[in-house]
């Protein structure tokens, strides 16, 4: 079984910066790719950005230039540094870690960003 603890959530204001960290803890084999996802009310989860184990990057285009992803392979933690938020930027974002067979999530933490 496969662990992710998200942190670093929180309320910010519009224009301000936060950096979530998501640790993976477990049965851990073979990761593709491991990323942040997010779900605004109302909406279905979408795509933030990925990054896999040989530094590979996929960002959204709403969040280019913004936000960056990065990763400790040797911790199995992945950060996502959100610089210049804006209001749309409220949702639940997710960690997600995908190994060969399976993916997995993060119970999701919340950021609101207020205007």
């Known amino acids: 079984q496969v662990q992710l603890v998200e942190s670093g959530g929180g309320l910010v204001q519009a224009g301000g910066s936060l950096r979530l960290s998501c640790a993976a803890s477990g049965s851990i084999f073979s990761i593709n790719f491991m990323g942040w996802y997010r779900q605004a009310p109302g909406k279905q989860r979408a795509l933030v950005a990925t990054i896999t184990s040989g530094g590979i990057t996929n960002y959204a285009d709403s969040v280019k230039g913004r936000f960056t992803i990065s990763r400790d392979n040797a911790k199995n933690t992945v950060y996502l540094q959100m610089n210049s938020l804006k209001p749309e930027g409220t949702a639940v974002y997710f960690c997600?870690?995908?190994?060969?067979?399976?993916?997995?999530w993060g119970q999701g933490t919340q950021i609101t960003v207020s205007s």
């Open positions: 997600y870690l995908r190994t060969l067979g399976a993916g997995f």
